[in-house]
């Protein structure tokens, strides 16, 4: 069969389509890689006086090509003047935080939703399954007024703790899935051995759901590290500012200096790039885990 | 009964921290914002809170959003009619639009084309993006200067000679000449925040369609090619049935999420007013003017008509399903 289709003349067609389909989704992101290498002169176009001819010569500006003066240094700048390297940080400690409280929280949770036997256990699912509609903003006010109540404004926890919480529905269906695959029968010999709950959970339980902290943790780590609201409302200092918000920053430093811009974006949008490179099967896994079962 | 007793107990103890989460972050701010729906105050000048009854609903409403220091409207018209009417037509424009075209691309890639999965990884990359950087690349992309990509294009081309006179004479918000200000206009601001939305999350609903093709059943297929039908009868009478549970995610995951949108707007605008969303507006009523009740009082409404969507969706696609059965 597959011989057949490769000399079909309509896939021909279809490749094309999908070529310029692919040309569509790549060209923003090569344009925003060499920009951030050009200069304002190469971006803008400028003009100048030719000397011999005494006539101004209109140098237009460079949209599609490779930069001719490569200018690393607007990285420097983004750096440095942007604050880009202190946002990355930041980001990564909010997000490595939030994986690990809502992988915890949603384990033990899924453990007593599944494994234990109570009334009023399938209630409670569906309890926190109202967290998958819930949109954020029906929090700002509220956490806002007890964070700020609390002097919590401006720390990492301002954004720890209300990520893990929105995490948390998605974290928990995402381990009904996985928990589901393992079979009562280990629990069952544990229990015969002499274990208790928590024992058969820290020991037998936990360590076969690893694959689960990879899904919960790619789910919940693209979740936080690209969220703006909660992060410009509850931390304005920019000691504890996450990328996004740096990023809009951008807007007031250098609305004519078009390369840091660049340059911070691109700063920006490598790491999540990398990994996804390194892990793309998975990460579309954890997407499609985490909408086909909801 | 002391063993019972443990046992419960120990229920309670796994529960427990993802109840504080989610009871303390989602639960209980629900009800807040709904209590604070009812009432006017100001967190920063740490004013008393004011009973306003149903106050705020009725301001949302009418348009008539004044500043309570001048007595006058704020300088850009804030009114959640408009802000709804946006995001409904951003919904109708996912769901009609970039639903259907991620559809297309699945049964294409699924049916075991040559480097599918190059092409799927491809067309899912821009989702992982964080939505403030498409926001704030296409404002470039968008720029109506010399540097813009869109409009150095559009010039390269000649298309700029027509389209931009074409645009100006259908511009009625303003007497202004439309010179590839495309986020600067009533007009064009909402369908140019469309065109990222698009871009960035076609790839999002062709993978989820992508996998639940992928898990029809073999047999189902050889059966119906078997029985000589074409590609498009299996599409249509086989494969899109067989996933209908997917395009429900879908359709809900296309809805709230205009409803929710804020980032792009956010991003894309130095002024949202021409493109104001529910959420762009709470965040102008809570943060620029400090109006906390009516703020909240948006919330309230998202937080409603998500659910209500959510709900008419799922009923939606449950009696088709029935009707097919």
Known sequence: MREVRKFKPSN?????LLLILVLINLFPLYWMVTFSLKNNDEILGYSYVDEATGERVLVPPNHVGL??????????????TGNMGQYFINSLAVSTSVIAITVIASFMATYALTRMVWKGRKMMNKFFMLGLTIPIHAAIVPVFTILSKMKLLNTYAALIVPYAAFSLSMGILISIGFMGDIPYDLDEAAFLDGCGVWKIFFRVIAPLMMPAIATVGIYTFLQCWNELLFATIFVSSGKYRTLPVGVQQLFGQYTTDWG??????????????????????????SFIAGAVKG | MKRTFTYKLNIFLFLLPALILFIGILIAPIIMSAYYSFHEFNLVANTDMEYVGLNNYRILFSSMLTNPNTGK???????????????????????FIQLPLALIIALKLSKGIRGERAYLSIFFMPVLISTVII????????????????????????????????ITSRITSSKL?????????????????????????????????YA???????????????????????????????????????????????????????????DTSRAELPSTLMYKLLFLHQRYGLGSTVAVILIVLCFLFAMLISLAFRDKGAKVA
Not at chain 1, 12 to 16: A, K, N
Not at chain 2, 137 to 162: E, F, S, T, V
Not at chain 2, 250 to 256: G, L
Request: aromatic share 12%.
């Open chain 1, 260 to 285: 840091p811009i660049g340059a911070a974006l691109t700063i920006a949008t490598l790491p999540t790039m990398i990994v996804y490179i390194l892990l793309s099967k998975r990460i579309q896994d």
């Open chain 1, 67 to 80: 930069p001719q003066h490569w200018e690393w240094g607007n990285y420097n700048k983004a750096m440095n």
């Open chain 2, 73 to 95: 409207l704020y300088a850009n018209s804030m009114y959640l009619g408009d802000a709804l009417a946006h995001s409904l037509i951003l919904a109708a424009l996912s769901t």
């Open chain 2, 177 to 209: 000449p439309f010179t590839g200000q495309w986020t600067g206009f009533r007009e064009t601001a909402l369908l140019a925040a469309f065109i990222p939305i698009l871009w960035q999350y076609v790839g999002y609903h062709m993978l989820l369609m």
């Open chain 2, 212 to 270: 639940g093709i992928k898990g029809v059943p073999a047999d189902l297929l050889e059966a119906a090619q078997l029985d000589g039908c074409t590609e498009g009868q299996v599409n249509r009478f086989i494969i899109i049935p067989y996933i209908k549970p997917i395009l429900k995610v879908c359709v809900i995951f296309a809805v709230t999420g205009s409803l929710k949108s804020f980032d792009l707007i956010y991003a894309l605008m130095k």
């Open chain 1, 12 to 16: 021909i067609i279809v490749h094309i």
């Open chain 2, 135 to 166: 926001g704030r690349l296409w404002m470039n992309i968008y720029d109506p200067g010399q540097a813009g990509l869109l409009n150095a294009g559009l010039r390269a081309l000649g298309i700029d000679k027509w389209l931009f006179p074409a």
